[in-house]
């Protein structure tokens, strides 16, 4: 008997560090695609403002709540703008963010090309 209750002990606290590795993962993950707004080129887990700290405690809190990764991250696109995401969605207002290096890599080849032919000739 006493060796089942150690059994049921050992497995509770395994598997509680087992969730709290993987919420610090996923808190990581997060914070990791967020831009911190007061130093502009860094993310809110690279950054240690006073900004970036406070995003993660609401990152933490969140989490806490049961609010999925995708409710987080519109509940921080509604607050601060798409801007703050680094991986912004596909519509209307970044479609040419998204295409431009397309067409950049289109117009490039179609110089080169075009170079080619004509030392060619």
């Known amino acids: 008997m006493k060796y089942l209750n150690f059994l ?18 996923l808190k990581n993950e997060i914070t990791k695609n967020l831009r911190c707004l007061v130093c502009q080129g860094q993310s809110v887990y690279d950054s240690d403002t006073e900004f970036a700290n406070s995003l993660k405690i609401l990152v933490e809190r969140k989490l806490d709540e049961g609010l999925s990764e995708k409710q987080i991250y519109d509940f921080f696109k509604e607050k601060y703008g798409e801007w ?12 040419f963010l998204w295409l431009l290096p397309v067409l950049m890599f ?8 075009k170079l080619f032919i004509k030392k060619k000739n």
């Open 8 to 25: 049921i002990i050992i497995i509770i606290v395994f598997n509680s560090n087992f969730l709290n590795a993987q919420e610090q993962k």
């Open 106 to 113: 289109l117009l490039g080849g179609a110089i080169i090309f």
């Open 84 to 95: 703050i995401l680094y991986d912004p969605q596909f519509n209307k207002s970044t479609y």
